[in-house]
């Protein structure tokens, strides 16, 4: 029922500016985190951002003072502003919602979307 897609994705030159987006649908009755995950080819998946139900955030070392997350007053909408990028940013990120769908607050999910390509060329 609840569904993820990811945009924002694309090629662009090292230096330059991307921002992606999250759209949910279908209903989450309660959401304890959100977050942006990246995958290179030939690495584990990697946490790039986070932001709780209460705003806090937390970002990757590589990433810090480059990335902003954010999200939209109702949670509907995730993004992630990545400037000053570098070619070691090129993955697949992916898009990452946890909570609960039922009034049963212990019964977390995970939310995963299909993933959008970044490209930086050098």
């Known amino acids: 029922q609840v569904q993820l897609v990811e945009s924002g994705g694309g090629l662009v030159q090292a230096g330059g500016s991307l921002r992606l987006s999250c759209a949910r649908s279908?209903?989450?009755?309660?959401?304890?985190?959100m977050g942006w995950y990246r995958q290179a080819p030939g690495k584990q998946r990697e946490l790039v951002a986070a932001?709780?139900?209460?705003?806090?955030?937390n970002y990757a070392d590589s990433v810090k003072g480059r990335f902003t997350i954010s999200r939209d007053n109702a949670k509907t909408t995730m993004y992630l502003h990545m400037n000053s990028l570098k070619p070691e940013d090129t993955a697949v990120y992916y898009c990452?919602?946890?909570?609960?769908?039922?009034?049963?607050?212990?019964?977390?999910?995970?939310?995963w979307g299909q993933g959008t390509q970044v490209t930086v060329s050098s």
């Open positions: 990452n919602v946890r909570g609960s769908t039922s009034l049963a607050l212990w019964d977390v999910n995970d939310y």
């Open positions: 279908g209903s989450i009755f309660s959401i304890n985190a």
């Open positions: 932001i709780t139900s209460g705003g806090s955030t």
